[in-house]
């Protein structure tokens, strides 16, 4: 009898590992907020499964985190996926006691309810590291051995997280490790991040022609899609002895590629948009209509900026056998048609 609790169930990746756990025979308890709205669009088509549960709870609060992992004893195996945070960067900045709470604080409150438990041994652990920690890259390449220099509140908090699943696994001979995955995007991307801002935006453009407003242009990126990244999590936990793992591409690029690539799959020209003016007063124009598609607006730049990231998955490769099988093209044409044909996958 095998189970697996999500936190952050709700969320991109917690929806995708809740529907390739359930393929895989688990009992799936996701753990979702409570909200005046008990609507999950994500997961919503997951509710009549009867292996998928749905536990009410935060990881702010530590007693109730307790009583859940308390409840799992009748099961031989007990994997925890602990997505849930606060994952933006920017809000980050804004909210950052709550973002240290949530994703620093949160790992402990579970690792310390796991270890306190008679039936520790029955748990696996994965802590969603990222690679916000590498931030101002100490290597061209990030891989496990890089150092860190994270350059959010978001990226300590979850350096915070990575040191203490090293700890507890160091400590307590817990099985925990943590996935240290570069950018993930897909259909099911939150709103506010750039690729989806982007691919929504577009939708919106070719109705309103109302411009998408943007920050940094010039940020790269090492982007995969998320269901890729959700099979490299359960594979991090089907492994004899726990360690930790860099996930990416291999690839990185900017924004204003993201946009070019996008653009071109939407409007059918090659390039999609040219640029003009520099900085803030730098636009994108469509090459379709010669109407503007992107403006700068600097309320979407941050106090610090990760340039660039590239992963060195080497380690994953060999050891995991992961590979991303979803392409940059093939994302960025998935999103577009996604957003374009008002279609929500997750209904299907
Ligand atoms: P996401 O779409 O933002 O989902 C975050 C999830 O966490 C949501 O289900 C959210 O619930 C939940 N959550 C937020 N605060 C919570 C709290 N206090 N208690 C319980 N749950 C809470 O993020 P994602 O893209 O799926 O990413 C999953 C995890 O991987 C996150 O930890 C993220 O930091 C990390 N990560 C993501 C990427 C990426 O590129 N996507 C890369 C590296 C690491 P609500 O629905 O109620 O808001
Ligand atoms: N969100 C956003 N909105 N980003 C913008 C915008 C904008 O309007 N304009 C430019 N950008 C730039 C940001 O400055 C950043 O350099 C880049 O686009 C990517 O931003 P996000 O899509 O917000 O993602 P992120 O890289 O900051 O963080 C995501 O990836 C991390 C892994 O590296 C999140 O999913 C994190 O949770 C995750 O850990």
Redesign the pocket.
């Known amino acids: 009898m095998k189970a697996a609790l999500i936190?952050?169930?709700?969320?991109?990746?917690?929806s995708y590992l809740a529907e390739f756990l359930l393929q895989k025979d688990y009992a799936v308890y996701g753990?979702?907020?409570y909200?005046s709205e008990r609507k999950h669009e994500r997961i919503e088509h997951l509710k009549t499964n009867p292996e998928f549960h749905l536990v009410e709870g935060?990881?702010?609060d530590t007693a109730r985190i307790n009583s859940i992992i308390n409840s799992f004893e009748q099961y031989d195996l007990i994997e925890i996926y602990n997505?849930?945070?606060?994952?933006h960067v920017k809000v980050s900045f804004s909210q950052p006691e709550y973002t240290a709470n949530?994703d620093a604080l949160?790992t402990l409150r579970i690792l310390e309810a796991i270890r306190q438990t008679n039936f520790t041994s029955k748990f696996k652990f994965y802590q969603?590291?990222?690679?916000e920690m590498f931030g101002k890259i100490q290597e061209p390449l990030q891989s496990e051995t890089t150092p860190f220099y994270p350059r959010s509140p978001y990226g300590v908090s979850k350096l915070f997280s990575y040191w203490i699943t090293k700890n507890y696994r160091e400590s307590y001979g817990m099985f925990a490790c943590t996935g240290i995955?570069f950018?993930?995007e897909s259909e099911r991307r939150?709103e506010e991040f750039v690729t989806r801002k982007i691919t929504l935006g577009l939708a919106e453009w070719l109705k309103t022609h109302k411009p998408i407003e943007l920050g940094n242009l010039d940020a790269k990126r090492d982007w995969g899609h998320?269901q890729d990244y959700v099979e490299a999590m359960w594979l991090m936990l089907q492994q004899h002895e726990p360690q930790d793992f860099v996930i990416g591409t291999g690839q990185t690029h900017s924004i204003r590629e993201f946009i070019e690539l996008a653009c071109s799959k939407l409007l059918g020209v090659d390039g999609g948009v040219s640029w003009e003016g520099n900085n803030q007063d730098e636009v994108g124009i469509s090459k379709y209509d010669g109407s503007i598609i992107i403006k700068i607006n600097p309320e979407f730049y941050r106090p610090a900026e990760v340039d660039v990231l590239i992963a060195d998955a080497t380690k994953a490769r060999e050891i995991l056998k992961w590979t991303p099988k979803i392409s940059f093209e093939e994302l960025v044409k998935r999103m577009i048609n996604n957003d374009i044909n008002e279609n929500p996958v997750y209904r299907t």
């Open positions: 936190t952050g169930v709700t969320g991109q990746d917690g753990l979702a907020r909200c935060d990881l702010t997505l849930g945070a606060q994952s949530v949160g969603a590291g990222t690679s995955l950018n993930h939150g998320a």
